[in-house]
C-alpha cells in the first residue's frame, strides 16, 4: 500500500524510461544517498567505515563490472581480481610517477589501462563462448598478477614486494581518515553507477543483452559482435579497474599483487550471482551480502561456542555456508537478491489487498 | 649429448606430471559426458577424497581398510552431490550448473578442512621417489619409480573407463544419456541410476588422483589450485573425449615444464603459473573444439 | 483460406517494380553435402516472393545466403543492380535486409520494447560515452527511436505486452514481436522464415493480414518461406519451388501449381 503506482502517468517517452519510474522509489533511493552522504560520515564508527563501508563500495564497483560482462554481455569471467590489481598499481605508479596528477586522473587513466589490458584478453571472446571463455580469462587473472609479481618496475622495487599506496589528495585536501575516504569513495560509486544505469537502459545495454541472448539475431540486426563484446569488455575492465584502485587506496593501503588473487575473483563472481546477473542493484546487495556475511557468522560462533573458537574451522565452515547459500541461490532463486528485492516490491504494491 | 639427456629429462617429468592432469580431467570429462555438467567441483573432490584417506589413517585405520572407507565415503560424497545439487536443477542452463558446481566446490573444501584441519600432511604409499637405477645406468637419464607408478595407474584407469564406455550395458546407457535425457529416458534407461553411477565413479577417480597427487606434493589446500590445471587439459582435450584429455595432459605437462625449463629463466621463472592458460588461449583461436571434441555446428 | 485480401496490381499502393534482390546461379555445400545446386531467381521490388519446397529442400539454407550466414561456394548476389562480394550479416543489415528465424530467435530475457528497439541498431549512432553520460544525440535518438518503435507495436497490435519480457509470451505473439523487430530496422526487403509454422488458423490470418498490411502500407519487398500452400498462394506474387537443392519451378502461385515437376515432388511420383 506504500507504492500507488496508480494515478502516476507518463506523458513523454523519457519520463517511462527514466531510470526509476515509480515515485516512491525515487525518493527512497534520494533519501538513500543523501544520508549516506550527510549522515553515514558522522555517526557510523571507524571499524565500520574503513572495514565494512569502504570495502563494500568499492567492491560492488567491481561487481557491477564483472556484471556488466557476466550478467549483460553474457560473457562468463573470472579475471576480475586480475584487473582489480591493474587497476590498483596503475593507480600506484601514476600517483608515483607523474606529480601533477590530480587523484581523479590517477583513477581515471588506471581505470583506462585497465580497459586496455581488458580489450586484449578479451579477445578470446570472439571465437569462445561459456566455459571455454571462463578457462581464457584465467589466464589474464594468472597472467596479470604474475607480471606485477616479476617486474619490480611495478612496485617501484620495493624490496619487500609490498607497497604502500599514496594518501588520496584532491584538490590540495588530502583525505585520510575512515570518513573521508568513505566519502571519495561513495563519489565515484554514485557517479559510475548512475552512468552504468544510463548505459544499460540505452542502446548500449540492449547490444549487450542481444549479444548474451542471441547472437546470431543480434549480427543480423546490424550489431557488431566485436565491437560490443569488445567494448563489454573495456567497460567492464574499467570498472573492475577504479574499483581495484579504490580498494587499494582507501581500504588495502598497503599491498602485494597477491591480494588479488583467484579467491577473490570468485568472491566476485558470488557477488554477482548472489546478487543478481544482469540488475545494477544486485550488485550492491551481492557485495553486502558477501561482506556481512563472514561478520555475522563471527558474531554467532562466538555466541554458540564461546571466546575458544579455532579460526580456521570458523572459516572453513564459513567456507561451506557460503557454497551452501551459491547451491541455494542456484536452486531457488537463480536470479538473486534483486529479484527478491522485487518480489517484495511487488507484494507490498498489493498490500494489504492481497499478500 | 647431455643437452638432449636433459631436454629428454624434462620432457619425460613433464609428461609423467601431465598425466596426473589427465586423471583429475578424466573425471570432469566422465560427468560431462553423462550429464553435460560441468563439474568445477572436481578439484575440491581430489583434494576432499585424499584428505579424508590421510584423516582415516590418522585415525588409526590401516591403509587397506582406509581405502575401502574412503571408496564407499567418495560414492556417498558423488550420490549425495547428484541427489542433492543437481537432481534439482535439471534443465537449468550449463552456466547455473556451473555455478552451482562452483558452489559445491567450496562446500567440499570447507568440509574436509573443517573435518580433518588444515595441517599439510604427507602420504607415503611405499613407493619410493628415486629415479629409476636401469634407466640411469644405461642411459643416464633420471626418471623417478613414483612418477612411472603413476603413469601406469592413470593408464590402467583411462583403459577401465573406457572399456565402461564402450564396452559395457551402462556404458551404451551413458552414451544414450549423453546424448539426450528424455529421449534416454523415454527408452527405459534409469537415468538417476546412471548419473549416481557416474558421480560415484568421479569420487573414485578423484580419490586415485588425490592420492597420487598427495603422495608427491603433500596433502594440502594448494592441491586444488593444481587441479585447475585440469581446465586447460579440459579445453585442449575437448570436454567430451577421453582420448583427448589424456594427450592434451601430456601436452600441457610436457609445455609446462619445458617452458618453465628454456623461458622461465629469462622472466624470472614461475611462467608455469600461467602458461598452461595461455596455451589453451591460443589453442581455442585455432581449433576451438578441441583436439578430438565434436564440432558443433550451430543451426539457426 | 479466407485471407483472399490479395489486392489486384493496379490498385497496390506499390506496384511491382524492377528486380530489386537477384541471385544467380548459387550452390552451397557443406562438406559433401550439396544444401544448393545452381539455383538462380530473382526478386522485384515491392513484391512478395514465397520458396517453398519439402523439408530439407534447402529454403532456410537460401535465406541463410542471402543475408550472409552463409557464404556459397558459387554464385553471385545481386542488390539494386549492385554485385555483392562476400555478404556478411553486418552488410546484409546495412543494405537493408532484415529477417525473422524458423525457431524464433528473440533476445529471449529483454522486453517486447527493448526486442523492437534493439532492431533499431542501424539508426543509433550515438557511441558507448555519449549513452554514458546522456549527451543530446544519444538521448534524441532514444527517443526517435522509441517512436518508429511505438509505431510499430501499434502497428503488430501488442501495445498491452510492450513491458512484458519475450520468454514469458506464447508462439504466436512470439512470432509477431520477432517480426516487428524487423520491421524496426525498415528493411527493404524482408526474409520470413516459416513466420506461420505452428500457428493456429486464427494466427495464421493474422499474420497474413500483417503481411500484406506491411506490403501495403510500407511496400517493403518480401522473401518467405512457408509451409502452407493456402496461405502461400494466397499473399505471394511469384513462388520459387525447391527440391533437393535445386530449383523445378518458378512463377505465379498459379504456374506453380500446375507444374509438372512441383506436383511430382510434393504427391510423389511412380518410378
Given at each position: 500500500?506504500?507504492?500507488?503506482?496508480?494515478?502516476?502517468?507518463y506523458?513523454?517517452?523519457?519520463?517511462?524510461?527514466?531510470i526509476?519510474?515509480?515515485?516512491e522509489?525515487?525518493?527512497?533511493?534520494?533519501?538513500?544517498v543523501l544520508?549516506?552522504?550527510?549522515?553515514?560520515?558522522?555517526?557510523?564508527?571507524?571499524?565500520?567505515?574503513?572495514?565494512?563501508?569502504?570495502?563494500?563500495?568499492?567492491?560492488?564497483?567491481?561487481?557491477?563490472?564483472?556484471?556488466i560482462?557476466?550478467?549483460?554481455?553474457?560473457?562468463?569471467?573470472?579475471g576480475?581480481?586480475?584487473?582489480?590489481?591493474?587497476?590498483?598499481?596503475?593507480?600506484?605508479?601514476?600517483?608515483?610517477?607523474?606529480?601533477?596528477?590530480?587523484?581523479?586522473?590517477?583513477?581515471?587513466?588506471?581505470?583506462?589501462?585497465?580497459?586496455?589490458?581488458?580489450?586484449?584478453?578479451?579477445?578470446?571472446?570472439l571465437?569462445?563462448?561459456?566455459?571455454?571463455?571462463?578457462?581464457?580469462?584465467?589466464a589474464?587473472?594468472?597472467?596479470?598478477?604474475?607480471?606485477?609479481?616479476?617486474?619490480?618496475?611495478?612496485?617501484?622495487?620495493?624490496?619487500?614486494?609490498?607497497?604502500?599506496?599514496?594518501?588520496?589528495?584532491?584538490?590540495?585536501?588530502?583525505?585520510?581518515?575512515?570518513?573521508?575516504?568513505?566519502?571519495?569513495?561513495?563519489?565515484?560509486?554514485?557517479?559510475?553507477?548512475?552512468?552504468?544505469?544510463?548505459?544499460?537502459?540505452?542502446?548500449?545495454?540492449?547490444?549487450w543483452?542481444?549479444?548474451?541472448?542471441?547472437?546470431?539475431?543480434?549480427?543480423?540486426?546490424?550489431?557488431?559482435?566485436?565491437?560490443?563484446?569488445?567494448?563489454?569488455?573495456a567497460?567492464?575492465?574499467?570498472?573492475?579497474?577504479?574499483?581495484?584502485?579504490?580498494?587499494?587506496?582507501?581500504?588495502?593501503?598497503?599491498?602485494?599483487?597477491?591480494?588479488?588473487?583467484?579467491?577473490?575473483?570468485?568472491?566476485?563472481?558470488?557477488?554477482?550471482?548472489?546478487?543478481?546477473?544482469?540488475?545494477?542493484?544486485?550488485?550492491?546487495?551481492?557485495?553486502?551480502?558477501?561482506?556481512?556475511?563472514?561478520?555475522?557468522?563471527?558474531?554467532?560462533?562466538?555466541?554458540?561456542?564461546?571466546?575458544?573458537?579455532?579460526?580456521?574451522?570458523?572459516?572453513?565452515?564459513e567456507?561451506?555456508?557460503?557454497?551452501?547459500?551459491?547451491?541455494?541461490?542456484?536452486?531457488?532463486?537463480?536470479?538473486?537478491?534483486?529479484?527478491?528485492?522485487?518480489?517484495m516490491?511487488e507484494?507490498?504494491?498489493?498490500?494489504?489487498?492481497?499478500? | 649429448?647431455?643437452?638432449?639427456?636433459?631436454?629428454?629429462?624434462v620432457?619425460?617429468?613433464?609428461?609423467?606430471?601431465?598425466?596426473?592432469?589427465?586423471?583429475?580431467?578424466?573425471g570432469?570429462?566422465?560427468?560431462?559426458?553423462?550429464?553435460?555438467?560441468?563439474?568445477?567441483?572436481?578439484?575440491?573432490?581430489?583434494?576432499f577424497?585424499?584428505?579424508?584417506?590421510?584423516?582415516?589413517?590418522e585415525?588409526?585405520i590401516?591403509?587397506?581398510?582406509?581405502?575401502?572407507?574412503?571408496?564407499?565415503l567418495?560414492?556417498?560424497?558423488?550420490?549425495?552431490?547428484?541427489?542433492?545439487?543437481?537432481r534439482?536443477?535439471?534443465?537449468?542452463?550449463?552456466?547455473?550448473?556451473?555455478?552451482?558446481?562452483?558452489?559445491?566446490?567450496?562446500?567440499?573444501?570447507?568440509m574436509?578442512?573443517?573435518?580433518?584441519?588444515?595441517?599439510?600432511?604427507?602420504?607415503?604409499?611405499?613407493?619410493?621417489?628415486?629415479?629409476?637405477?636401469?634407466?640411469?645406468?644405461?642411459?643416464?637419464?633420471?626418471?623417478?619409480?613414483?612418477?612411472?607408478?603413476?603413469?601406469v595407474?592413470?593408464?590402467i584407469?583411462?583403459?577401465?573407463?573406457?572399456?565402461l564406455?564402450?564396452?559395457?550395458?551402462?556404458?551404451?546407457?551413458?552414451?544414450?544419456?549423453?546424448?539426450?535425457?528424455?529421449?534416454?529416458?523415454?527408452?527405459?534407461?534409469?537415468?538417476?541410476?546412471?548419473?549416481?553411477?557416474?558421480?560415484?565413479?568421479?569420487?573414485i577417480v578423484?580419490?586415485?588422483?588425490?592420492?597420487?597427487?598427495?603422495?608427491?606434493?603433500?596433502?594440502?589446500?594448494?592441491?586444488?589450485?593444481?587441479?585447475?590445471?585440469?581446465?586447460?587439459?579440459?579445453?585442449?582435450?575437448?570436454?567430451?573425449?577421453v582420448?583427448?584429455?589424456?594427450?592434451?595432459?601430456?601436452?600441457?605437462?610436457?609445455?609446462?615444464?619445458?617452458?618453465?625449463?628454456?623461458?622461465?629463466?629469462?622472466?624470472?621463472?614461475?611462467?608455469?603459473?600461467?602458461?598452461?592458460?595461455?596455451?589453451?588461449?591460443?589453442?581455442?583461436?585455432?581449433?576451438?573444439?578441441?583436439?578430438?571434441?565434436?564440432?558443433?555446428?550451430?543451426r539457426? | 483460406?479466407?485471407?483472399?485480401?490479395?489486392?489486384e496490381?493496379?490498385?497496390?499502393?506499390?506496384p511491382?517494380?524492377?528486380?530489386?534482390?537477384?541471385?544467380?546461379?548459387?550452390?552451397l555445400?557443406?562438406?559433401g553435402?550439396?544444401?544448393?545446386?545452381?539455383?538462380?531467381?530473382?526478386?522485384?521490388?515491392?513484391?512478395?516472393?514465397?520458396?517453398?519446397?519439402?523439408?530439407?529442400?534447402?529454403?532456410?539454407?537460401?535465406?541463410?545466403?542471402?543475408?550472409?550466414?552463409?557464404?556459397?561456394?558459387?554464385?553471385?548476389?545481386?542488390?539494386?543492380?549492385?554485385?555483392?562480394?562476400?555478404?556478411?550479416?553486418?552488410?546484409?543489415?546495412?543494405?537493408?535486409?532484415?529477417?525473422?528465424?524458423?525457431?524464433?530467435?528473440?533476445?529471449?530475457?529483454?522486453?517486447?520494447?527493448?526486442?523492437?528497439?534493439a532492431?533499431?541498431?542501424?539508426?543509433?549512432?550515438?557511441?558507448?560515452?555519449?549513452?554514458?553520460?546522456?549527451?543530446?544525440?544519444?538521448?534524441?535518438?532514444?527517443?526517435?527511436?522509441?517512436?518508429?518503435?511505438?509505431?510499430?507495436?501499434?502497428?503488430?497490435?501488442?501495445?498491452?505486452?510492450?513491458?512484458?519480457?519475450?520468454?514469458?509470451?506464447?508462439?504466436?505473439?512470439?512470432?509477431?514481436?520477432?517480426?516487428?523487430?524487423?520491421?524496426?530496422?525498415?528493411?527493404?526487403?524482408?526474409?520470413?522464415?516459416?513466420?506461420?509454422?505452428?500457428?493456429?488458423v486464427?494466427?495464421?490470418?493474422?499474420?497474413?493480414?500483417?503481411?500484406?498490411?506491411?506490403?501495403?502500407?510500407?511496400?517493403?519487398?518480401?522473401?518467405?518461406?512457408?509451409?502452407?500452400?493456402?496461405?502461400?498462394?494466397?499473399?505471394?506474387?511469384?513462388?520459387?519451388?525447391?527440391?533437393?537443392?535445386?530449383?523445378?519451378?518458378?512463377?505465379?502461385?498459379?504456374?506453380?501449381?500446375?507444374?509438372?515437376?512441383?506436383?511430382?515432388?510434393?504427391?510423389?511420383?511412380?518410378?
Amino acid at each position: 500500500m506504500y507504492y500507488r503506482q496508480a494515478g502516476q502517468f507518463y506523458t513523454t517517452y523519457s519520463q517511462d524510461s527514466r531510470i526509476i519510474p515509480v515515485r516512491e522509489d525515487r525518493w527512497i533511493i534520494y533519501v538513500v544517498v543523501l544520508a549516506g552522504f550527510c549522515l553515514v560520515p558522522f555517526f557510523a564508527s571507524d571499524y565500520w567505515l574503513s572495514g565494512i563501508l569502504i570495502p563494500w563500495l568499492a567492491l560492488s564497483l567491481v561487481a557491477l563490472g564483472q556484471n556488466i560482462l557476466m550478467g549483460y554481455t553474457g560473457q562468463l569471467s573470472l579475471g576480475s581480481a586480475g584487473f582489480m590489481a591493474a587497476g590498483a598499481f596503475a593507480c600506484y605508479n601514476i600517483e608515483l610517477r607523474i606529480e601533477w596528477m590530480p587523484f581523479f586522473g590517477s583513477l581515471i587513466l588506471s581505470g583506462i589501462i585497465a580497459a586496455m589490458i581488458g580489450i586484449v584478453f578479451g579477445l578470446p571472446s570472439l571465437r569462445v563462448r561459456g566455459l571455454y571463455l571462463m578457462v581464457a580469462t584465467l589466464a589474464s587473472q594468472f597472467f596479470i598478477i604474475w607480471v606485477i609479481d616479476k617486474f619490480g618496475w611495478f612496485k617501484n622495487y620495493d624490496s619487500s614486494g609490498i607497497i604502500t599506496a599514496q594518501d588520496i589528495v584532491i584538490f590540495g585536501k588530502s583525505f585520510t581518515t575512515p570518513a573521508e575516504e568513505y566519502l571519495v569513495c561513495l563519489f565515484v560509486c554514485a557517479v559510475m553507477t548512475v552512468i552504468a544505469l544510463n548505459m544499460v537502459r540505452g542502446s548500449v545495454g540492449r547490444n549487450w543483452m542481444a549479444v548474451r541472448d542471441m547472437d546470431v539475431a543480434a549480427e543480423v540486426m546490424g550489431i557488431s559482435l566485436l565491437k560490443t563484446k569488445l567494448q563489454a569488455f573495456a567497460i567492464s575492465s574499467f570498472y573492475c579497474g577504479v574499483g581495484g584502485a579504490l580498494f587499494a587506496f582507501a581500504f588495502l593501503k598497503s599491498m602485494e599483487p597477491v591480494a588479488f588473487d583467484i579467491l577473490l575473483s570468485f568472491r566476485i563472481l558470488f557477488m554477482v550471482i548472489i546478487g543478481g546477473l544482469g540488475t545494477i542493484i544486485g550488485c550492491y546487495l551481492g557485495a553486502g551480502f558477501i561482506l556481512l556475511m563472514p561478520v555475522f557468522l563471527n558474531i554467532f560462533f562466538h555466541a554458540v561456542f564461546g571466546q575458544a573458537v579455532d579460526a580456521t574451522l570458523t572459516s572453513a565452515l564459513e567456507q561451506v555456508i557460503f557454497g551452501v547459500m551459491i547451491i541455494l541461490f542456484m536452486i531457488y532463486q537463480p536470479l538473486g537478491m534483486a529479484r527478491i528485492l522485487e518480489i517484495m516490491q511487488e507484494r507490498l504494491r498489493k498490500w494489504p489487498f492481497k499478500i | 649429448m647431455a643437452d638432449l639427456l636433459f631436454f629428454l629429462e624434462v620432457l619425460i617429468g613433464g609428461l609423467l606430471a601431465g598425466v596426473m592432469y589427465s586423471l583429475i580431467a578424466l573425471g570432469f570429462v566422465l560427468i560431462y559426458k553423462a550429464s553435460s555438467v560441468f563439474n568445477f567441483a572436481q578439484g575440491a573432490m581430489v583434494f576432499f577424497a585424499v584428505l579424508s584417506f590421510v584423516g582415516f589413517m590418522e585415525l588409526g585405520i590401516p591403509f587397506w581398510a582406509a581405502l575401502p572407507v574412503t571408496v564407499v565415503l567418495m560414492i556417498f560424497v558423488g550420490m549425495a552431490t547428484e541427489r542433492m545439487v543437481l537432481r534439482p536443477l535439471v534443465n537449468q542452463s550449463e552456466e547455473t550448473l556451473l555455478m552451482a558446481t562452483i558452489g559445491l566446490a567450496f562446500v567440499l573444501e570447507g568440509m574436509a578442512q573443517f573435518l580433518w584441519g588444515v595441517e599439510v600432511r604427507r602420504l607415503d604409499l611405499g613407493i619410493p621417489d628415486v629415479p629409476m637405477a636401469w634407466l640411469a645406468d644405461t642411459t643416464g637419464i633420471f626418471v623417478s619409480v613414483f612418477d612411472v607408478v603413476a603413469g601406469v595407474v592413470a593408464a590402467i584407469m583411462v583403459i577401465a573407463l573406457a572399456l565402461l564406455f564402450s564396452k559395457t550395458k551402462v556404458g551404451l546407457g551413458l552414451r544414450a544419456v549423453a546424448d539426450g535425457h528424455a529421449a534416454a529416458m523415454s527408452i527405459g534407461i534409469p537415468l538417476k541410476q546412471i548419473w549416481m553411477l557416474v558421480w560415484a565413479t568421479a569420487g573414485i577417480v578423484a580419490l586415485v588422483a588425490g592420492m597420487l597427487w598427495g603422495a608427491r606434493n603433500g596433502v594440502q589446500f594448494a592441491l586444488v589450485w593444481l587441479a585447475l590445471k585440469a581446465l586447460p587439459v579440459l579445453i585442449i582435450g575437448g570436454f567430451t573425449s577421453v582420448p583427448g584429455v589424456i594427450i592434451a595432459g601430456l601436452i600441457v605437462g610436457a609445455s609446462e615444464k619445458l617452458a618453465e625449463v628454456y623461458i622461465g629463466p629469462y622472466f624470472g621463472g614461475g611462467i608455469e603459473l600461467w602458461s598452461p592458460y595461455v596455451l589453451a588461449v591460443i589453442f581455442l583461436m585455432f581449433r576451438p573444439e578441441g583436439l578430438f571434441g565434436e564440432k558443433h555446428i550451430r543451426r539457426v | 483460406m479466407s485471407v483472399s485480401a490479395q489486392a489486384e496490381p493496379a490498385s497496390r499502393a506499390f506496384p511491382i517494380g524492377e528486380p530489386i534482390l537477384e541471385l544467380d546461379s548459387i550452390s552451397l555445400r557443406f562438406g559433401g553435402v550439396k544444401a544448393i545446386t545452381d539455383v538462380s531467381f530473382d526478386v522485384r521490388e515491392h513484391e512478395i516472393r514465397a520458396i517453398i519446397g519439402p523439408n530439407g529442400a534447402g529454403k532456410s539454407s537460401m535465406l541463410n545466403v542471402i543475408n550472409g550466414l552463409y557464404t556459397p561456394q558459387e554464385g553471385n548476389i545481386t542488390f539494386r543492380g549492385q554485385r555483392i562480394d562476400n555478404m556478411t550479416p553486418a552488410k546484409a543489415a546495412s543494405l537493408g535486409i532484415s529477417r525473422t528465424f524458423q525457431n524464433i530467435a528473440l533476445f529471449k530475457r529483454m522486453s517486447v520494447l527493448d526486442n523492437i528497439m534493439a532492431g533499431r541498431t542501424l539508426f543509433s549512432h550515438a557511441t558507448f560515452l555519449e549513452v554514458a553520460f546522456q549527451l543530446p544525440r544519444a538521448r534524441r535518438e532514444e527517443r526517435q527511436n522509441r517512436e518508429k518503435a511505438e509505431e510499430i507495436i501499434e502497428f503488430l497490435e501488442i501495445e498491452h505486452i510492450r513491458k512484458t519480457t519475450v520468454s514469458q509470451l506464447p508462439y504466436g505473439l512470439q512470432k509477431r514481436v520477432e517480426l516487428g523487430r524487423a520491421l524496426a530496422a525498415e528493411p527493404q526487403v524482408l526474409l520470413l522464415d516459416e513466420p506461420m509454422a505452428g500457428m493456429n488458423v486464427e494466427e495464421k490470418q493474422d499474420m497474413c493480414r500483417f503481411v500484406l498490411d506491411v506490403n501495403d502500407h510500407y511496400g517493403t519487398t518480401f522473401v518467405l518461406i512457408e509451409h502452407d500452400m493456402g496461405v502461400v498462394m494466397d499473399i505471394s506474387d511469384r513462388v520459387v519451388v525447391l527440391d533437393y537443392g535445386k530449383t523445378i519451378g518458378d512463377g505465379t502461385p498459379d504456374e506453380v501449381r500446375n507444374n509438372q515437376d512441383v506436383i511430382d515432388a510434393y504427391l510423389g511420383v511412380a518410378h
